[in-house]
Nanobody, 128 residues
């Protein structure tokens, strides 16, 4: 079992940057594929970014490509989401998710239903 705790959200202006962190408990963090999702108020949760257990493969939704970067640090049991050139439409609660995937180190997942562990979320608000 892994527990996830997000941090780093806040209120910023359009064009600013933020880095979200997701700290994972447990000693098998390197066996989990990780993902970031977001849910704007009144809308459905949507995929943002994913990273394989190896860290060698990543995926992004089109609207954040070139602006967001997902990365992981196994020594710190943490996955990051670097968000640059933020836009008002990036405003949402951002959630970290994990899926145990030891047998497939190069796999990542873009569907929420593929993940079994979720954090509590962190609010990101981008003002225009």
């Amino acid at each position: 079992q892994v527990q996830l705790v997000e941090s780093g959200g806040g209120l910023v202006q359009a064009g600013d940057s933020l880095r979200l962190s997701c700290a994972a408990s447990g000693r098998t963090f390197s066996s989990y594929a990780m993902g970031w999702f977001r849910q704007p108020t009144g809308k459905e949760r949507e995929f943002v970014a994913a990273i394989s257990t190896s860290g060698g493969r990543t995926a992004y939704t089109d609207s954040v490509k070139g602006r967001f970067t997902i990365s992981r640090d196994s020594a710190k049991n943490t996955v990051y989401l670097q968000m640059n050139t933020l836009k008002p439409e990036d405003t949402a609660v951002y959630y970290c998710a994990a899926r145990f995937t030891a047998a497939r180190p190069n796999s990542y997942y873009t569907e929420g239903n593929d993940y079994f562990h979720w954090g509590q979320g962190t609010q990101v608000t981008v003002s225009s």
